[in-house]
């Protein structure tokens, strides 16, 4: 490998945006959680979803803090490392950021405030509407951010303007920059994602308390709200699949190609379900299911696909590599179908939470990290496969390099990137393990003692 500017500066923003990418689908997962939790309190006035919701507020803010201070480097990497991307895309990419800005972020902190700290402060219903809105908000900073990265994906509604010799691209139609043809089914597949792995951090804490015995009523009832959203967000994926495969085989056919290993165009084409392939040989070996690939993006098992043969060999992507983390992700979906119907199935039938079945609960703990990893796989599936475009057909990624900075620059700041970030890490990591093991019970005690100090404040105040 070449350790060039635009090698360690696709390795400094990969690795920014990924650690980044861990927390904003907690944050989105647990937002429609906490929004369903408080309704069941306020609809049924039980004492245990108030301590739910109460409890899981404390392990969204702690998350919500470390995914907006590890997004904030990406912004400056687009000046600092990407300054001609940023040139020849800031009319369009600037302004779903700036619209994530406005109406998502400070329509989510806003509120904040509310969620965490205004519960004996406002009444049920105002403190309902601040958990809705910072959810929603959560909700909308994810589409504005698809929204950009979409149209990288599936340009549209832009002309190419010169100005003093520099090439650039400029909105002609925002609404429609705005609705690309992939932005919906992406940004579809992106919220499931995100409830998926947030559901999965309430079951992991929850089969967590269950083996420990601990808080058993919160667990069990924390445990059984969030597998029916997961099992309906698993269940949802395929679908949205299907629909993204087919924009992706008009829009995009080369990462198509890439993900299923085809390097013929051909009819009745095959879908993997694992296997190896070899761009030098352009030979793919594994198990495969003729004819449904063809049958995903057609509708028609005789129908054609593009082959990798179709395009010039440099605009291929890393095609192994592509290949695999597709698969993989695929393959995390389908656990997750299976996992959670099976799950659900022992729920109904009331034996989920017997002794007979507590090896599912516990292989629940250590689940979290599947989601977070299928979630990676994917963004990682769809910023490869469109390699080595920086904006599909209209500029490469090496020259979207900026001009004035030098390898040995950017390898110090990626350095001090990873060291800072394994600290953020681990303090994030602290934080949790310490909430998790304090308990539920701990909110209220620790509210009870504000209280009492409150009490002998007012006491002592001259009357």
Same mark, same amino acid.
């Given at each position: 490998?070449?350790?060039?500017?635009?090698?360690?500066?696709? !390795?400094?923003?990969?690795?920014?945006?990924?650690?980044?990418?861990? %927390?904003?689908? %907690?944050?989105?997962?647990?937002?429609?959680?906490?929004?369903?939790?408080?309704?069941?309190?306020? !609809?049924?006035?039980?004492?245990?979803?108030?301590?739910?919701?109460?409890?899981?507020?404390?392990?969204?803010?702690?998350? %919500? &803090?470390? $995914?907006?201070?590890?997004?904030?480097?990406? #912004?400056?990497?687009?000046?600092?490392? =990407?300054?001609?991307?940023?040139?020849?895309?800031?009319?369009?990419?600037?302004?779903?950021?700036?619209?994530?800005?406005?109406?998502?972020?400070?329509?989510?902190?806003?509120?904040?405030? !509310?969620?965490?700290?205004? =519960?004996?402060?406002?009444?049920?219903?105002?403190?309902?509407?601040?958990?809705?809105?910072?959810?929603?908000? &959560?909700?909308?900073?994810?589409?504005?951010?698809?929204?950009?990265?979409?149209?990288?994906?599936?340009?549209?509604?832009? #002309?190419?303007?010169?100005?003093?010799?520099?090439?650039?691209? +400029?909105?002609?139609?925002? =609404?429609?920059?705005?609705?690309?043809? /992939?932005?919906?089914?992406?940004?579809? @597949? +992106?919220? *499931?994602?995100?409830?998926?792995?947030?559901?999965?951090?309430?079951?992991?804490?929850?089969?967590?308390?269950?083996?420990?015995?601990?808080?058993?009523?919160?667990?069990?009832?924390?445990?059984?709200?969030?597998?029916? *959203?997961?099992?309906?967000?698993?269940?949802?994926?395929? %679908?949205?699949?299907?629909?993204?495969?087919?924009?992706?085989?008009?829009?995009?056919?080369?990462?198509?190609?890439?993900?299923?290993?085809?390097?013929?165009?051909?009819?009745?084409?095959? *879908?993997?379900?694992? $296997?190896?392939?070899?761009?030098?040989?352009?030979?793919?070996?594994?198990?495969?299911?003729? $004819?449904?690939?063809?049958?995903?993006?057609?509708?028609?098992?005789?129908?054609?696909?593009?082959?990798?043969?179709?395009?010039?060999? #440099?605009?291929?992507?890393?095609?192994?590599?592509?290949?695999?983390?597709?698969?993989?992700?695929?393959?995390?979906?389908?656990?997750?179908?299976?996992?959670?119907?099976?799950?659900?199935?022992?729920?109904?039938?009331?034996?989920?939470?017997?002794?007979?079945?507590?090896?599912?609960?516990?292989?629940?703990?250590?689940?979290?990290?599947?989601?977070?990893?299928?979630?990676?796989?994917?963004?990682?599936?769809?910023?490869?496969?469109?390699?080595? =475009?920086?904006?599909?057909?209209?500029?490469?990624?090496?020259? $979207? +390099?900026?001009?004035?900075?030098?390898?040995?620059?950017?390898?110090? /700041?990626? !350095?001090?990137?990873?060291?800072?970030?394994?600290?953020?890490?681990?303090?994030?990591?602290?934080?949790?393990?310490?909430?998790?093991?304090?308990?539920?019970? @701990?909110?209220?005690?620790?509210?009870?003692?504000?209280?009492?100090?409150?009490?002998?404040?007012?006491?002592?105040?001259?009357?």
């Amino acid at each position: 490998m070449t350790w060039d500017v635009e090698t360690l500066s696709r !390795i400094q923003f990969a690795f920014t945006i990924m650690f980044h990418y861990i %927390f904003p689908p %907690f944050s989105i997962g647990l937002g429609l959680l906490l929004v369903i939790y408080e309704s069941l309190y306020i !609809i049924t006035k039980k004492k245990i979803y108030e301590k739910i919701t109460r409890f899981w507020i404390k392990i969204f803010a702690a998350n %919500f &803090s470390v $995914g907006v201070a590890s997004g904030i480097v990406m #912004e400056f990497e687009f000046g600092t490392n =990407w300054s001609t991307y940023s040139r020849f895309v800031g009319d369009i990419f600037g302004s779903p950021l700036a619209a994530e800005g406005i109406f998502a972020f400070f329509l989510e902190s806003g509120f904040l405030a !509310i969620l965490l700290f205004g =519960w004996n402060r406002v009444k049920p219903g105002m403190h309902l509407f601040a958990t809705i809105m910072v959810a929603l908000g &959560s909700i909308l900073s994810g589409f504005w951010i698809v929204v950009a990265n979409s149209w990288q994906q599936t340009p549209v509604a832009y #002309e190419i303007v010169v100005d003093y010799g520099i090439r650039r691209a +400029v909105i002609t139609d925002f =609404w429609e920059m705005v609705f690309n043809p /992939s932005a919906m089914v992406r940004f579809t @597949h +992106v919220i *499931l994602g995100a409830w998926i792995q947030g559901a999965f951090l309430v079951l992991s804490v929850s089969a967590y308390y269950l083996i420990k015995k601990k808080h058993v009523d919160f667990a069990k009832k924390s445990f059984a709200i969030a597998l029916g *959203l997961a099992a309906v967000a698993s269940l949802a994926q395929p %679908f949205v699949g299907h629909e993204h495969a087919k924009i992706v085989n008009e829009w995009q056919p080369a990462k198509l190609a890439a993900f299923e290993g085809l390097y013929e165009t051909q009819t009745n084409a095959p *879908l993997y379900l694992f $296997g190896w392939t070899d761009p030098e040989t352009r030979e793919t070996s594994g198990i495969a299911i003729p $004819g449904m690939l063809s049958f995903l993006v057609h509708g028609d098992f005789e129908g054609e696909v593009k082959g990798l043969e179709e395009f010039p060999e #440099e605009d291929w992507p890393a095609v192994n590599g592509v290949f695999q983390s597709y698969h993989l992700m695929v393959a995390l979906g389908m656990l997750f179908i299976a996992a959670t119907l099976l799950s659900l199935f022992l729920l109904w039938k009331k034996k989920l939470f017997t002794p007979s079945w507590s090896w599912l609960i516990k292989l629940y703990i250590p689940a979290v990290a599947l989601p977070v990893m299928a979630n990676q796989l994917g963004w990682v599936s769809a910023e490869r496969g469109r390699q080595p =475009w920086i904006v599909q057909g209209l500029l490469r990624t090496s020259e $979207g +390099v900026s001009k004035s900075i030098s390898a040995p620059e950017v390898m110090i /700041s990626l !350095i001090l990137f990873v060291l800072v970030y394994i600290l953020l890490f681990f303090v994030w990591l602290y934080v949790l393990d310490r909430e998790i093991k304090h308990g539920p019970d @701990h909110v209220a005690t620790v509210e009870a003692g504000y209280k009492k100090k409150s009490e002998r404040m007012d006491a002592l105040k001259p009357h």
